[in-house]
């Protein structure tokens, strides 16, 4: 009896979820909110790709609501706060999506997506120096985020968001 219980509760650590949270506000509702705008933000942009602004849109309203609800529940939490930023800037406030970003790097100084998405914001509202800020914290991380960014900078690249 006691072996079934510790394999229930290292399968709960294993899979992050309680077996005592049947139709409780737990952690997996949470990671839900969080999945399901993530989700959301792709097919937004999958959306914007073919041109349908409108619908790419909706999606971004429906991403961004979730997060809210993701961060109210769980603050501070860097992946949650780029998307807010993200879909914020998406949705024409640049000034909150800014906000949205700064507070990802607190949290996470070195957040690539966050970054490179608060670059890409930069060279929007025409602020290159900040941008380039952004791009000196990405130098080291062989990584698409410094490559994009540094191609947004110079002019050789639209952003893809």
Known sequence: MIKKY??????SLIFNTSIFA???????????DYLKASNLIKAAKRYEKKGKTEKAQKKYVKAQKLLLKSNKKKPLQADTLNYL?????????????????LQ??????NHKGINEYLGELYVV????????ERLEVLKNCNCEEY??????IAGTKKSKY
């Not at 990802?104 to 100084?109: I, W």
């Not at 490559?147 to 947004?152: N, Q, V």
């Open 125 to 132: 509202t025409k602020r290159i120096d900040l941008a380039k």
């Open 85 to 101: 930023g993200f879909t914020t800037r998406k949705l024409g406030d640049y000034e909150k999506g800014e906000e949205y970003y």
């Open 6 to 11: 510790l394999i229930l509760i290292l399968l």
């Open 147 to 152: 490559d994009d960014l540094k191609e947004i």
């Open 22 to 32: 049947a139709g409780s506000d737990d952690t997996s509702s949470k990671v839900d």
């Open 104 to 109: 990802g790097l607190k949290v996470e100084p």
